[in-house]
T-cell receptor
Framework: KQEVTQIPAALSVPEGENLVLNCSFT??????LQWFRQDPGKGLTSLLL?????REQTSGRLNASLDKSSGRSTLYIAASQPGDSATYLC??????????FGPGTSLSVIP | NAGVTQTPKFQVLKTGQSMTLQCAQD?????MYWYRQDPGMGLRLIYY???????DKGEVPNGYNVSRLNKREFSLRLESAAPSQTSVYFC?????????????FGDGTRLSIL
């Protein structure tokens, strides 16, 4: 059974710092890995999607990597800003109807 | 740019009451999903609809029913609400049945069962 975990559960960093969020999954047979951002009281916004055949994806200050063999994905945020404060979730797609979400990492960027 | 719209945004029910959560998307997407989000547990799939006229159970379907009314609308019904169904409910959609497409989410319905 696929399980997705995210460590740490919460993270607080000063503005300008580079940071890494971690996502681990137990079954390497995934089709893709997606990173989302969730603001309080809002839905999920897709940030990056990495197909199983890809190693990484980049969008602006965000870079996501995928290592299927080790069951890990990381989301790198460069030069963090207070506006980056949110909860970040990763989700592994294991079949058409199964997307397993991690519990999320709550990020606070302190001005 | 409405995207995925959910109504209502908030609702309080008493145990045993019924209600329907509405979801509509204006992106001409084929597939639609209902999730629930509980603290520390991520999102869990309740039901999904791969295309108009089809629905299938997800991970936690008990206590729920769904209707894919047309291509735009996918509703979730609680026939007899229970306190364990207190949660935030999210509707999502993707363009087609491909495995590599990102999901688009609504803002959620916050449901409390007393």
């Amino acid at each position: 059974k696929q399980e997705v975990t995210q460590i740490p559960a919460a993270l607080s960093v000063p503005e300008g710092e580079n940071l890494v969020l971690n996502c681990s999954f137990t079954d390497s047979a995934i089709y893709n890995l997606q990173w989302f951002r969730q603001d309080p009281g809002k839905g999920l916004t897709s940030l990056l999607l990495i197909q199983s055949s890809q190693r990484e994806q980049t969008s602006g200050r965000l870079n996501a990597s995928l290592d299927k063999s080790s069951g890990r994905s990381t989301l790198y945020i460069a030069a963090s800003q207070p506006g980056d404060s949110a909860t970040y979730l990763c989700a592994a797609k294991t079949s058409y109807d199964k997307v397993i979400f991690g519990p999320g990492t709550s990020l606070s960027v302190i001005p | 740019n409405a995207g995925v719209t959910q109504t209502p945004k908030f609702q309080v029910l008493k145990t045993g009451q019924s209600m329907t959560l509405q979801c509509a998307q204006d992106m001409n997407h084929n597939s639609m999903y209902w999730y629930r989000q509980d603290p520390g547990m991520g999102l869990r799939l309740i039901y999904y609809s791969a295309s108009e006229g089809t629905t299938d159970k997800g991970e936690v379907p008990n206590g729920y029913n769904v209707s894919r009314l047309n291509k735009r609308e996918f509703s979730l019904r609680l026939e007899s609400a229970a306190p364990s169904q207190t949660s935030v409910y999210f509707c999502a959609s993707i363009p087609g049945q491909g495995l590599g497409q990102p999901q688009h989410f609504g803002d959620g319905t916050r449901l409390s069962i007393l």
